[in-house]
């Protein structure tokens, strides 16, 4: 492939986040002490020589900066101040912009007013929707015991119908976002991956979505990160799989006892949300650690919108049981007027696109290695040169 040296680029990687990446003088000492970096992938370093060079091509079509899960160690070692761990998360957000094809995750990193005035607005659409096309508004009766009648409120057809367009939606971006990722790492490139590695890879990608066990390597020194970022993960996975496909299951009239599995895989997600948004609140709150010195606002909105989505939950969940007809009318609202913006936003445009990123990064990555390892076994006279 030619190289293409672009002299704009640092200047435009700069709207992502760091600027401090500008001191390095190549030591080496970050990738030394990358728990995570290694032969076949050797960053944050390279990273950095290839933005000093303006080599953005080569960075597009790299997937390194998603092995990265922000543990800081790089940045504690760097004696410049450059501070590549952030150097990372910025390339992590600009890479976000370049697969989103609709341009809206670049004017999100880059012109935070614009995600916000997104997410108020689909806030209204929903919230007004909601209150004034129901057909059924507030219903009084309540069940034999004594919960509040939620789908009578609110009609289950057109839940489920704004449901699946929420779905579909989401989807429909996030899965097109994915493709480009593909065309950009291996397709533009024309890396030959060998066909049937597109499978065999399939349960590393799998394993490594539900383990996330790549960061247990950076709970070096009593850190705990993995932990605490798992049931953080697991819990709005959990979430999202249950609203988005499977609420009927989830959100019936019946109040379950709470050993049922709606009430025990509800509470675990709760539990989850509430101890990883906590923990992680907490650390950049204290900015006390690397990986929480920095924070852009949409960090904040991330952290943000999902506590109050998880808070607004709970209290449609409490005020159910107890029968509080009007506060379950009004909390169930401005629980979907945080939730479906959330989503609709956050997960293909913004911070919650991470989730799909990385382990997708993480397989094409191994894509790269069959082909590589392919090419090897062909010409072995390449691993000499
Ligand atoms: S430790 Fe700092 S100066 Fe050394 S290569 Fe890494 S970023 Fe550059
Ligand atoms: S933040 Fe941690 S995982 Fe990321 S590059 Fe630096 S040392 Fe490696």
Redesign the pocket.
């Known amino acids: 492939m030619r190289t293409r040296v672009d002299a704009k680029f640092k200047r435009e990687l700069n709207l992502f986040g760091s600027e401090d990446?500008s001191?390095?003088?190549?030591?080496?000492?970050?990738?030394a002490?990358c728990p995570l970096s290694e032969n076949a992938a050797m960053f944050?370093?390279k990273s950095?020589r290839a933005i000093q060079l303006g080599l953005k091509d080569q960075i597009i079509s790299n997937p390194e900066p998603w092995l990265c899960y922000y543990c800081g160690d790089?940045?504690e070692?760097?004696?410049?101040?450059?501070?590549?761990a952030e150097?990372m998360m910025t390339l992590r957000r600009y890479l976000t912009s370049v697969y989103d094809w609709t341009g809206l995750s670049r004017l999100f990193y880059t012109k935070h007013w614009f995600e916000i005035v997104a997410l108020v607005v689909l806030g209204l659409i929903v919230g007004l929707g909601l209150s004034i096309f129901n057909p059924n508004g507030i219903v009084y009766p309540l069940n034999a015991d004594g919960g509040v009648k939620i789908n009578e409120m609110f009609p289950i057809p057109m839940i489920h119908l704004g449901d699946m367009i929420m779905a579909a939606f989401v989807s429909f971006f996030l899965i097109s976002n994915i493709l480009h990722m593909w065309y950009r790492i291996i397709l533009k490139p024309k890396v030959s991956v060998p066909f049937y590695s597109y499978f065999t890879e399939l349960i590393s990608l799998g394993y490594q979505f539900i383990t996330q066990s790549k960061f247990s390597k950076c709970d070096t020194n009593g850190r705990k990160y993995w932990a605490s970022h798992w049931l953080l993960m697991s819990g709005y996975t959990i979430m999202f799989v249950l609203v988005v496909g499977f609420l009927s299951f989830f959100q019936t009239e019946i109040i379950y006892s709470w050993y049922e599995p709606q009430r025990l895989l509800g509470y675990y997600a709760t539990f989850g949300l509430l101890f990883g948004l906590t923990y992680v609140s907490v650390g950049r709150i204290k900015k006390s650690t690397e990986k929480a010195k920095f924070s852009l606002l949409s960090d904040w909105l991330f952290i943000i919108l999902l506590f109050l989505t998880t808070l607004s939950g709970i209290l449609v969940h409490f005020f159910r049981i107890y029968g509080l007809v009007e506060l379950t009318y009004y909390m169930y609202v401005i629980h979907l007027a945080i939730l479906v913006p959330m989503i609709c936003v956050e997960v293909p445009f913004s911070k919650w696109s991470h989730l799909a990123y990385r382990p997708i990064a993480i397989y094409l990555l191994n894509l790269k290695k069959k082909a590589e390892n392919r090419s090897l076994e062909a010409n072995p006279q390449l691993a000499v040169n």
């Open positions: 990446w001191h390095c003088f190549h030591c080496g000492n970050c990738t002490a944050p370093r950095l790089c940045s070692k760097c004696p410049q101040g450059a501070n590549p150097l």
